[in-house]
Structure formats: C-alpha cells, structure tokens
C-alpha cells in the first residue's frame, strides 16, 4: 500500500485546489518559513481523523478552513482527499485505489467519504487499523512523537510500539466489547429490577381480588339490608302520607282567610308609607333650606374675616409708612445741617480764600482739593434733596391709600352689620323651621310606629304561609321519595 496523491481544497492556506502527486522513491517539500510546508502533514493527519483541534494548531475545528486574505474571501467549505494504491490487498476492501475524503463546512457539518461514499469515522479507522495509518499511528511524526520513541519510560513507548506492530486494532475491539458487557450487565440489573416490580405488583393485585371479592359479597348483604329497610320505610311513610293528607285538608281552609288579612294589611302598610314619605320630603326640603341658610352665614364670615384682614394690612402698611416718614424727616434735619456746615465750611474757605491769595501761586494744589470736596458735598446735598422729594410723594400716596381703605372699612362694617340682621332674621327662620321639623318627626315617627306594627302582622302573616308552603312542599317530596321507593321495590 502507497500513498499516491493529495488533494486539499480551502485547508489552511490552500484556497484553491491543490493536487500533490507522490512519486518512486523519497518526497521532501523544502520551502521558507510560513510557505505552507506544516498544513500539508496537519492535512494528512486531519484526513485520517485527527478531532484535536489543539494538534493541528488551532483554537477550534473552523480554523482548518481558509479564513480569507486582503485580495481573497474566506471559503465556507474544505475539503482534503488521501488517494491509496491498494494493488497488494493490504486494506480488506475491493478497490485497487482507495480514497480517504473528509469535508467540513464553517456551518459545523462535517463528513467522511470513502471512494465518494458516505461512512463514518470509525468505519475508517477500522479500515486503516493495523496498516500503521490512523490519527493515533506513527504515519506524521512530531518533535514530541520522537521524546516518546526515545524516553526511558515503558508506557509512553508503548501505545507507538503497539499501533506499528498492529494490535491497535485488537485492543480496541478489546475495549469495545467490555464496554458492551458493561452495559449488557447495566441491562440485566435494570431487568431484574423491572421483574422485582412486576413480581410485588402481582402480590399487589392478588390483594385487590381477594377484597374485590370481599367487596361483592358484602355489596349483596348490604342491598338484602337495604331492602328490608326500604318496606319499613314504606309503610311508615304510608302511614304518614294518611296523617300528612289530614292536615293538608286542615290547612287548605284556612289559607284563604289567611290571604285575606294579608291583602289587608298590605293596603293599610302602603297607606302609612306614603304619608311617611310625603314627612320624609317635607323635612328634606326644610333642611335643604337650613343648608342654605348656614352656606350664606359662612360666605359672610369668610367675607368679614377678609375685610379684617385687609384693614390689619393697611394698618401695618400705615405704620411702616410713618416710620419711613420719621426716617426721612431724620435725614432731611441731617442734611440741613450738613448743608449748614458746607456753608459754614464755604465761608471759612473764601475767608481763608482771601487771606491766601497773595499765597495762590504756592498754594494751588491745596485750592483744587478744596473744590473738589465742595463738589462732592453738593452732590451729596443734591442727592438727599432728591430722596426727600421721593419719600415725599411715596407719604401722598399711602395717604391716599389709606383713605381707601378707611372708606372701604366703613363699607365693610355696614354690610356687616347688614348682614347680621340677616343672620338674626334666618335663625328665627331656622327656629320656626325646627319647631316644624319637630312636630313633623312626632307625625312621622307615629307613623312610623304604625307602620312598623303593620308590617311586624305583615311579617308574621307572611311567615305563617311561608310555613304552611314549606310544609306542603316537604309532603309533597316526601310523598314523591316514597313513591320512587316504591317504584324502585315494585322494579
């Protein structure tokens, strides 16, 4: 058996497809690094089922599938083909050429071909187990291949010693087979358990006969019992259907007198509540009127508490006015008297003026502060001046002000007093309205009293034919059950 060619589409950095055709003797592949030369061995090795994504140097499975470049697109679907010469009958299948497929697509779906048939995986390692091929085998060799062909430890060497002499496959039918007898050994478990149940449901069943029997039996006695009390039931409920026809007679000549007086006191009960109503409205209208009444009252003492407070405000305000006033009298006497001053202060400078000026020449500077502030003091006088005007025109207007509401006050205090008279004519109003609310509760609550006799008769009356319907209707179902009763002995 001989490799003879590969073929890789979209694996790693073969976008396009490749064919490598191995030829008599030894193949090398020479190139610099990152020219490819590794993804051909991780192609071989992933075509014979290699499932460690990890070994082929990458993080997952997808990576194997070109992922695109600057001038290229990536490529959703890979593809790598094993071509095996099989003219000396090493593999045990009836081709002279075998080949090996596997695709994966960026989607996850992966699967294996063999001759452009679909088998799977373990078909294929079955097929090359013993040939030295498959993921586990010596086919590509690794750097940390060779650490374990030459390391001191038995076991590490093993596994490669085994898969090249060819026991690889009996070692893992080997494996297979425990498995299955283990989970032949699960099953016979999980049998026996299934029949230990079955066995304590039949047990369980026998029970349920032996009382359904029981049950049977019982069930016959109990209609035997049941029937000999069903004919003494009969025939005390004949002897009471004989007592209960008696009284019926009895009854059914008093219930029309009986109908009468409640027709009667039925008339006598609408009467009285009509005259309790035409009361009842009277006194509503009465206390509509009083509602009113005390309305209006409320209104006025809410106007009145209004108009105290407005005059409590002018007050205030009349007060903080006089106040401005002394403050402004205060500074008007301040600033006669800085006026006073200044002219004082002027003399002494146009004295001192004239006594200085044969010293002008020396003194110059001297003169010009002392205008300066003759300035400043006029400005200053100027200033007051107009604040005394301002607080004079603000006095005339809350004087004006104050008329108002001394005028308003007076309004005020008349319409309080009108209102009072008022107030005084709706309380004799509301007293003679109480007085006749009075004498119309006395009606009414006679009325009342009447009413409430004629419907205590009424009541008794009504519950006296509710009684007498009761008890018919209890003859009558009595009468029915022991006709079924009957019907059902006679049957």
Known sequence: MKLTKLELSGFKSFADTVSLSFEEGVTAIVGPNGCGKSNISDAVRWVLGEQSARLLRGGKMEDVIFQGSTNRRPINVTEVSLYLDNTDRLLPIDYLEVVVTRRLSRSGYSEYLLNNLPVRLRDIQDLLRGTGLGSEAGVVIEAKMIDLLLSDRADERRSLFEEAAGIGLYRDRKHSTERRLEETGQDLQRLEDLIAEVQSQIRSLARQRGKAERHAKLMEEKFSVQLTLARRLLDELDEQASGMHARHGELSTHVPATRTRLAEQAEHQELRARAREAAEAHRAGMTRQLAEVQVALSNLAGDLAVAEERIANASIRRARGEDEL??????????????????????????????????????STVEEEVRQRLAAQRSVVRQMEEEVHQQAQHLRALEGERTSLESELASLRERATQEETH?????????????????????????????????????????????????????????????????????
């Open 423 to 491: 107030k005084a004519t709706l309380q004799l109003e509301h007293a003679h309205a109480d007085n006749r609310a009075a004498e119309t509760a006395g009606v009414a609550e006679q009325r009342t009293q009447i009413s409430q006799q004629a419907t205590l008769e009424s009541e008794r009356a009504r519950h006296l034919v509710a009684e007498l319907r009761e008890r018919e209707a209890t003859e009558r179902a009595e009468r029915r059950h022991a006709e079924e009763s009957l019907a059902q002995v006679s049957a």
């Open 326 to 363: 002394l403050q402004t009298d205060l500074r008007i006497h301040q600033a006669h008297h800085e006026q006073a001053a200044a002219l004082t202060e002027r003399e002494e400078s146009e004295a001192e003026h004239g006594r200085i000026q044969g010293e002008l020449t020396g003194r």
